[in-house]
Every structure is written in structure tokens, then in C-alpha cells.
């Protein structure tokens, strides 16, 4: 099966800094990458997608690249702010009739202020 | 729109109990649902996936007899925990594919249910 790997695990910015988490995948039939943002007992948020068609998309401060050459696709975040401290999940959708996600280990962003 | 529930938001049973979690889409219909399963400061773990009127589909580990799974309308699925015990003890997370978006693959997911086995 499908298997993503997350990293770094943890990361720490100052506020007004750039950060980067990278994901790789397995599944070279996978054709779409969510990154969903998580607060400590709250649900997955998404704040950004992106389908095996598209090398990059951009919103805001929030931007995610795809390279399916090398099954790997990363987010990036702009001038970081505290609230953008929290867990954040890469994922990976596999194709078929199942359209299961399979989710990184997740990443725990503090942006200090 | 795209809004999923989950009910209890928490629960806390006693050991050998059977507990049951209630996902339901408000604002769409779902052939299709999903049952995670997140331990502290871990990923979420797919445990099953639910598809209207048939059985579902559990992953690998997944013991199918403890965690019954019906979803027997549209905007309906339900999750039932048998004989629980503290091990059991965890964040449940269900989430939905609108049908009217099949060809979007986004998932909606609920707010979660807290259970704690005593």
C-alpha cells in the first residue's frame, strides 16, 4: 500500500520566517496531495491541495510544489505567524475505488513570536 | 456546506462496555465515509472505510468484530466500539466524500469523538 513519509517532525521559526515540511510517497498512482493543518483535539483542517496534474499552487501565504518524477510535494508557508503553531499532515490519496488517504507523521510547527 | 458531525464530541465508559459514535453529513450525501483513529501526538490511522448500504472495508490490524461499522443511509454512518478497554483509548475522527463531488477529492471531516475507557 501506499506509504508517506514526513519530515522534518518538529520545527521551530521565528515569526516572519519561511517554513518548509516535505513529504514523499510511495504510490506513483496517487493523484492528489492534501496538507490539512491540526489544533491539539480538533479536526484536520485543509488548507491546501494539490492534484497530479499541477506542479505548484499558491494561496496566500500558503503554497504546496509537486514533483511526480520523484513522489515528493512540499508546503510552504510565508511569514509565519503564532497562529500557524500547530500540527500540520501531509497526505497522499491513492486511486481505485477506495480513494483512501494515507496520512505523514505530521509535523508540529511553533512560530515563536 | 460540506459540514460533518460527529456525536458524543466525548465519552468516558467503563472497561467491557460497548460505546457507539454517530457521523453524519448535515448539508450533503456520503456514499462513502471513513473511520480514523489518532493516539496522542500521532497520525491518523485509517481503521475503515464505509460505503452506503454495504459491508465495510476494514485495514490490516483492524479487528472488524470489535469495531462495527453501519452506515445505513446517505448521511449516516456509525461506529461501534464492543467490549471496550482502556488500550481503546483514543481520538476517533470520521470524514466524508460528497457524492455530488465525486470527481473532487477532497474529505470532509467530523469533529471528532473523545473516548476514554476506564
Known amino acids: 500500500g501506499e506509504n508517506v513519509e514526513q519530515h522534518p517532525s518538529t520545527l521551530s521559526v521565528q515569526e516572519g520566517d519561511s517554513a518548509v515540511i516535505k513529504c514523499t510517497y510511495s504510490?506513483?498512482?496517487?493523484?492528489?496531495f492534501p496538507w490539512y493543518k491540526q489544533e491539539l483535539g480538533k479536526r484536520p483542517q485543509l488548507i491546501i491541495d494539490?492534484?497530479?496534474?499541477?506542479g505548484e499552487k499558491k494561496d496566500q501565504r500558503i503554497a504546496v510544489t509537486l514533483n511526480k518524477t520523484a513522489k515528493h510535494f512540499s508546503l510552504h508557508i510565508t511569514e509565519t505567524q503564532p497562529e500557524d503553531s500547530a500540527v500540520y499532515f501531509c497526505?497522499?490519496?491513492?486511486?481505485?475505488?477506495?480513494?483512501?488517504?494515507?496520512f505523514g507523521k505530521g509535523t508540529l510547527l511553533t512560530v515563536n513570536p | 456546506g460540506a459540514v460533518v458531525s460527529q456525536h458524543p464530541s466525548w465519552v468516558i465508559c467503563k472497561s467491557g462496555t460497548s460505546v457507539k459514535i454517530e457521523c453524519r453529513s448535515l448539508?450533503?450525501?456520503?456514499?462513502?465515509m471513513f473511520w480514523y483513529r489518532q493516539f496522542p501526538k500521532q497520525s491518523l490511522m485509517l481503521m475503515a472505510t464505509?460505503?452506503?448500504?454495504?459491508?465495510?472495508?476494514?485495514e490490516q490490524g483492524v479487528e472488524k468484530d470489535k469495531f462495527l461499522i453501519n452506515h445505513a443511509s446517505l448521511t449516516l454512518s456509525t461506529l461501534t466500539v464492543t467490549s471496550a478497554h482502556p488500550e481503546d483509548s483514543s481520538f476517533y475522527i470520521c470524514?466524508?466524500?460528497?457524492?455530488?463531488?465525486?470527481?473532487?477529492?477532497?474529505?470532509?471531516f467530523g469533529p471528532g469523538t473523545r473516548l476514554t475507557v476506564l
Open positions: 470524514s466524508a466524500r460528497d457524492w455530488g463531488l465525486a470527481a473532487h477529492n477532497e474529505q470532509f
Open positions: 504510490d506513483s498512482a496517487s493523484n492528489y
Open positions: 494539490i492534484r497530479s496534474n499541477v
Open positions: 497526505a497522499s490519496l491513492s486511486g481505485g475505488s477506495n480513494y483512501k488517504l494515507t
Open positions: 448539508d450533503f450525501q456520503a456514499t462513502t
Open positions: 464505509s460505503n452506503e448500504g454495504s459491508k465495510a472495508t476494514y
